[in-house]
């Protein structure tokens, strides 16, 4: 056997072993849809270990390091979401009293909020981190923190002001 044919069996040999117990480790807190899409992520990340396989000594705690990662990168992207939507409510007009306040609340959104204000919330709201958005808008990944602290204080004192 060859190097590429050891990695694909030591690959194979940990699918078939730990799929289901990786898929039952996800179904405790997600939907099965989303527990069998978090599972092919991890087995995908695997992959990128298929090299060092037969050199692992406990393969079951690196396919669980691995899934434990892919579960915090999801409820990291799901918090992101959740940051993101809060943000977009503070576009639903609920409080004006009549159609003319909420034309102008409108009006005066869209001199608040740049088009790198929208390309920001939108990467956000997609679940992108902070470093991601950063080299996408060829920015520090801080400067991509602070611009959303300061787009959210514009969105506050817009929307408070009327």
């Known amino acids: 056997m060859n190097k590429n044919e050891n990695c694909v069996t030591a690959f194979n040999d940990m699918y078939d072993k730990y799929y289901k117990k990786v898929l039952s480790y996800f ?5 099965i849809d989303e527990a069998e899409d978090l599972t092919q992520q991890t087995f995908l990340q695997l992959w990128s270990w298929a090299p060092n396989l037969q050199f692992t000594k406990n393969k079951k705690a690196l396919i ?3 899934a434990k990662n892919v579960r915090c990168d999801r409820y990291r992207q ?6 993101a939507l809060s943000l977009a409510d503070d576009f639903e007009i609920s409080d004006c009293h009549s159609f003319t306040d909420e034309v102008d609340l409108k009006l005066s959104m869209q001199n608040v909020i740049t088009q790198q204000d929208k390309q920001l919330l939108i990467l956000t709201g997609q679940g992108y981190k902070s470093g991601e ?3 996408m808008l060829g920015i520090s990944s801080s400067a991509v923190r602070t611009r959303l602290q300061k787009l959210r ?6 929307v408070t002001d009327i």
């Open 153 to 158: 204080g514009k969105i506050k004192d817009n």
């Open 78 to 83: 799901k918090a992101m979401m959740l940051d």
């Open 133 to 135: 958005i950063g080299r």
């Open 64 to 66: 669980f390091h691995i």
């Open 27 to 31: 179904k405790k807190e997600f939907n």
